[in-house]
């Protein structure tokens, strides 16, 4: 008899207030691929779909420890949040603006996903999404808890508690265990073209892509409402037509 395969825990975060459709979309698409989600929160969240789990952030780090960066974003608390989760807990991190294109049986070894460098042949680490199925002291998400803890606040702009961290981890530590994806598995839109490209009808998905970083700070900065309906045959209308339809 084969033994079924636990579902991979997820998890997410979200500060306070309420969710948009495009974090709606990220739920349900893992939801519907099996995953156990959990979505840890120091707010009250109303609308989130019925079959995530609500978790206490407080539990994970004290509520006097969120901080905005210098662009009014809890982007770069919420990077030490993932490490702290990882790192205590372990199992899948998604932001919340991924979505899931892959069942959770599919999920097997520790993985780091990459994306393409704007101007560049290069890519370089992005923790939208991290899997590390159980805690290791000394490995690269442990080390980089220990950095984002101590990090300067006043400091953080972007990414530097983000891709810029981890990226510098995985090349000092060359053995670090995890399997470097290419950028076509989980950022397969650069964050230049989104949301743009997410909301064509003239792009399409490659069959290698297992989850799709929409990149939700672009749809801010671009001034698009992550409510509005999405264009037919766009990839983000297929996309909830398989998942919440």
Known sequence: MIEKKEKVRVHMFWAYGPLS?????????YLKNNYELILWTYGKVENIPSEVQLGNAREILPEDRVFLNSMNSYASFADLFRYSILNKIGGMWSDTDVIANVDSSTITNPFLVTEKVKDSNEIKINNNVIYNPI?????VIDL???VADRYPIDKLT???????LLTSLVLLQREHGFHIKEPTYANPI???????LLLSSNHSILNNTNFIHCYNEMWRRSGVDKNLPYPPNSILANLEKKYIS
């Open 190 to 196: 650069d964050y230049w073209d989104c949301p743009s």
């Open 21 to 29: 459709k495009l974090e709606r979309l990220s739920m349900l698409s």
């Open 135 to 139: 805690p290791i002291k000394g490995n």
């Open 144 to 146: 980089a808890e220990a």
């Open 158 to 164: 972007w990414s530097e508690l983000g891709p810029d």
